[in-house]
């Protein structure tokens, strides 16, 4: 018996885990048998129309109608309507996969979290990039101790979609459905990554900015106010000690996608970006200058899933290796991260981020 | 009635031709529906298990028993085994798309070509490095003259399998069943570039060369003649004036698949790199510098198809772009390039390499 | 009469501002003639040897001897000798160079600003990497309105030579002698480009941190504390409303003398990078990539000076700029920029940053 | 006594060579004395100002008058005149260094090699590459056998000077006076450097080419012919079975100064560009990708002589470095190279190169 999907959700990120759905059987044959069972909307036709182009076998306009029929649960709509479908399914025992950040704001996250605790049943919040090939192979050089003591950690998320002052509002802008703008959109990513790679996150220090505070609305008719950040920084201290720093814009002219993650340990150092996701910049112990690898061999991560080395992969993958490490632990009742806890772990750093920005001053996570 | 497809080849090839077909619903939704209905090996066992993995719905040992069958004919086997498996089917009047280069020597390139020009049907060169979004934009930059005239192309493809002399015997070290090395594997795919980017080459010198004789076959039993180059060379006048030189290699240590494009033109240039196939730079007339752009725009080849902006694709997507201008032009009877006169074209300047090489003098492709 | 420079330090800034001297005549011929008078210091040995070296006519091994005789005086001392012997200078109205930052705490350095103020003859806070032509080239970009209104401003400047905790004791690393460590030697550099290139900042959050407590002294026979930081980082508003990011660190594994800028703006963005320092990334308004320019033009600032396009200049360089324009403006007696407010300006920047490290709190730079 | 130096030549490797003179003392202090003694030209009134500049004690209008007098002649002019003084300096057992290439021709230069064998003095081919402390870096891990057995060389030099069909006619562009075009003025260095870092080469094809075949005079009033090549190609074995392919262009437009290096042996490979001149790039054995080396380290090729780790050079300091070693050597009666011997054997591929491209057949340099 496949596990039935049901997915709320149908835009872009409806179609990013659609077609990893879609492509397990070719490439991860020991995935569980999935069927892409029912897809959830509001707009009957889009939803239609999205459904027979993504494979699935049925709609449905009411997520309560339908999630306690499946067999998972992915819960890919606005931040605001995380909270409360991702709780109906884990209250009927479903394993969900929530999109990132989990919630709209702590509060909803912490319920969330205490659901999926209650459970019993795996979660994830789909932080898609700890399933870059070349990210997985830094975990391992961290754990294996190949750049020592961590010390530094950079990261940021370069994006330039709101540069224009007259690029329209959408609900991202909105703080009552998104919680917050690029520090919950792009942020999350970075601090995910972060507590991935170097730890816990014990005191920092925020600043949020908005450069533009009202927009036009898409039909151009009427303005509309934009209540979240267009770019955040932060500055914080790990609980084993290290630095780290965090920004993320979508006012950085001429970037796209550019997520960049940089570590300096004791022994050695390594960078990483995700427009150019397929390489892994390493400085080992003993080695002159940062090697440029390429993260496609046959034993890298998932590397003998795909294509001979020096093939490379395309952004896409990353959900194809989240749904199959999730599905397969859904299928043997395993333990998987990043669950919901990860994402609550996130929230809160970006709640305080944004307590230290109103309050202009440094915050304590760890009391 | 969707179209079947008749595939020999289940190996890498197979793999990337049977995902491209099974991603083209939810990607290229006006592309014509296609059935993956018969896949073509002769060792039952593993052609059996690559059907089911790769969604074939039969299997057949002998391509004469359905090439006249089936609507499309993908010819994936080794070089040797182009010609007769394709002339059948053109004969039958089916359209064939046949990997490169288009045969292990120009005579039965020829054949081929004449077949497919009494056929009447599409034909395809699997050369699949023209449907790269950065090729194609960098095509259209030539067409619109963004470059001026065209005064150096200059291409090389590096790898390194074979640089360890240990490294096993395989069919495409024996000139029977490959053709040649380096120079057809690699080569042909830089010169195919050449011709749809700068054009027809006029006359050539070309050097070839082996740095090991024999190597251990694969269960290390015994050594077999190595009688292929491993690497080669070659400078070339294009019937246009430009000047290109071109070099492959397996021994080039550290570089995987490394595919590098450059063009200078009297107004600007342009520099490609396939393991950074997202990115072309670009100088263009009035800049200072070569601008390095992700061809990833909504209005890029290809760009609306996928995904936002930034988010990169893979190699694995050349092929589906492949497939879905092969295949549409099959489905509505349209022209198709690179065809197998393209391959023919190729391939006369494959054997005028080695000619050259063979004689040390210069060879005029134009007489 | 050449201009008699009187120089105390003869290590590393006395050979960089030595061999600016000695360079001037070859390449800027306009400049003022000058005469390497007297190089002042303590070990008579030591100095000896260099001033033999250095090309100076005569030494004194203390400055009260020669201050006052001198055309012009070169502080390169270490930070706590900066401001006694620079304010007698300047009492005597001797033009006075001091290297950066411009003292060990902002009450030295505002009694400095005061003495140069009421001195009417130029001063010079060397910092030198204005005085990089892809520096000066992105000013000019800036001013001429080609980045639009500035939005982001982010500056890193990366060492390592203190990541191995054996590595000695020196000057460098006591609060007393040189007033703070990363952030006053490395981030004092990049605040100065940040005023130079976006303007003042109103207000920021600071970060200092110490890996290493205490190191072996230079002979290795005891250890001694460190009481300065190893690496800060800070984050601020602009006046002008833009947000800047700002980080170094001597724990960098892998990074020598990495001193990076980047800038975006509504129009277009811009990054340096200080170990390629021949070359300026820019995005202009309508590209659509970061074009990667070789500041080496005939038309470039200083490019005339010096040799044809694409021959190089190092990092020495700077100071044979920076020495030409502010002997000139001696000569002249012009106007010099950076001088010893901006200086000041810098230095309480630096001293906010500590203030805000200790009281975990936001500090305003205005008020 | 300090060496004194006739140097034939003011213009732009005049001015390299003096600046490199007059920074010996202060950073090669155990280099011997030199006298900037004698400048040499034709134009009376630009080489007396020359002179003031560039630092000589005194002029001269015919080197005949100054050649026997010096203790070091430098022979700095056009390429047709270096056969003539250079001999006679040598049979006056003058030590002479000569701008590269050697000759106009490979006549001219067989005899000055005879005249600089038969003079025992040492002699100078001023191929100042080799002197980029990165090449000499490479040199010694090719040497230590780090890149294993040397399987490819690729070489290319690419500038834009000449893309505009009105850049002016100069004596580079004339046959009589230059030799050749890119070839000796680009491609001479390309082969001093494969000579020097893989060895000598067995037989090669070439191609020359010509985009523009007349320009403007510089006044603009009248055009003249154009008689060398403004690009070229070639394909070379080395002697110990290495292939090469080299290339050189005055119409690469978006290239300044942009010599390229790259080698791949069994072992490991490198890359050097001359615009990034401190870095180089090795893929070392077990090393996964290229390490990106800062070659400015304590112990690098004259890292110890200049500035801290990180701290770049230049272009013009190779010269530094190039005047150091062959100054010493004629002071100490030491051997140096790259010397005439070695500037004849580069000649001699040049010319090579020519007969090949001419004849349209491979040339055999070791009958």
Known sequence: MPLAVGMLGYRFMGRAHANALARLPMFFPDAPAVERDVLIGRDEQALAGAADQLGFARTATDWRDVVEEVDVFYNLGPNHLHAEPSIAALEAGVPVLCEKPLAADDEAAARMADAAAAADVPTATAFNYRFVPAIQYARE?????????????????????LVDPEAPWSWRLDADLAGSGALGDLGAHT??????????????????????DERPTPDGDETREVTVDDAYSAQATFANGAMGTFEASRFATGHKNDHTIEIHGSKGSLRFGLERL????????????????????????????????????????TFVHENYEFLSAVAEGDEYEPNFQDGLAVQRILAAIEESDEQGQRVDLES
């Open 191 to 212: 601090i995910d990554l972060a507590r991935y790679l170097v730890g816990d996150i014990a005191e920092l220090s925020g600043h949020l900015h908005r450069f533009v």
């Open 141 to 161: 050089l961290i754990e294996a101790g190949e750049l020592g003591e961590i010390h530094h950690f950079r990261g940021r998320y370069l994006q330039d979609w």
């Open 278 to 317: 397929n390489e892994l910049e390493v400085k080992f112990e003993g080695d002159r200058g940062y090697q440029t690898i390429l993260v496609t061999d046959e034993d890298d991560p998932y590397g003998g899933r795909w294509w001979p080395p020096g093939h490379v992969l395309g952004w896409e993958h």
